[in-house]
């Protein structure tokens, strides 16, 4: 749990359009404005988030993280519209629950998380949007890990490709060139595909490690983005 690593938190649950119960954590920060809507990666649940979050905590930010449909403690089973109906609704518990203004809201994703934080801020108004060892479609995956795929990969499309363009808030996308999963030129080829104001960081290090293994430049480069929002 958070608090045995000394971090204050709230156990929340929430419900979806369609009826799911999800599990969501949030982490205050005294004195933070922006919060951090966290969209985490295939594997796992957000218990083990918990070395990122303390990196996002000492930036000032406050954090929301959600266990999407059949993750974790929340009901359901995964699938991709599922996923994207859970972001909608974390969404709209910051705004009409904590009561934070949209502009106030960043979104963060990683690998898989990507896909749920690029479908919401192509159709929702946020401060600003960053990726972390993101992929462009289940498509361009498929051709590369194939038959290495996830079981959710195979009837998906997940095509961030088509909906970055429509993001127009300012994008972060961070990518590991040694990232052994997903390919640093499909994080290249998202990030071509997007418009500005865009930046992209390359970074060292395995696709689940990369944020440790080079977490000055990778928290650096976090904290001059949103310092520059």
């Known amino acids: ?23 969501a954590w949030f982490f205050p920060s005294k004195g933070a404005k922006k919060s ?3 969209f985490h990666g295939n594997a796992g649940n957000i218990s083990h988030r918990l070395e990122k979050i303390s990196i996002f905590k000492k930036l000032g930010l ?11 403690k929340s009901s359901g089973k995964p699938s991709e519209n599922g996923i994207y109906l859970d972001a ?11 009561k934070f203004s949209p502009d ?17 801020a192509s159709k929702n108004q946020v401060g600003a949007i960053i990726l972390e060892g993101n992929f462009t479609s289940a498509k361009d995956m498929s051709r590369e890990i194939y ?3 996830p079981t959710i990969f195979l009837s998906v499309k997940f095509d961030s490709l ?3 363009a429509k993001v ?19 994080g290249e080829k998202l990030f071509n595909a997007a418009g500005g104001p865009k930046t992209f960081l390359a970074i060292y290090g395995g696709h689940n490690s990369s944020f440790i293994d080079s977490e000055d430049l990778f928290t650096s480069k976090i904290r001059e983005f949103i310092n520059n929002l």
């Open 88 to 98: 909608q609704a974390a969404y709209d518990y910051l705004v009409k629950e904590k």
């Open 162 to 164: 088509s909906k970055i």
């Open 168 to 186: 127009n808030c300012p994008k972060l996308m961070i990518h590991s060139r040694n990232d052994e999963i997903v390919p640093f030129r499909l």
């Open 36 to 38: 951090l809507l966290f």
């Open 104 to 120: 106030n809201i960043i979104l963060f994703g990683e690998s898989l998380g990507a896909q749920a934080a690029v479908d919401l």
């Open 147 to 149: 038959p290495f795929l």
């Open 1 to 23: 749990m958070p608090s045995d690593s000394g971090l204050e938190f709230q156990d929340l649950y929430f419900t979806t359009p369609d009826g799911e119960k999800l599990n």
């Open 62 to 72: 406050q954090v929301f993280i959600i266990d999407y449909r059949g993750y974790g």
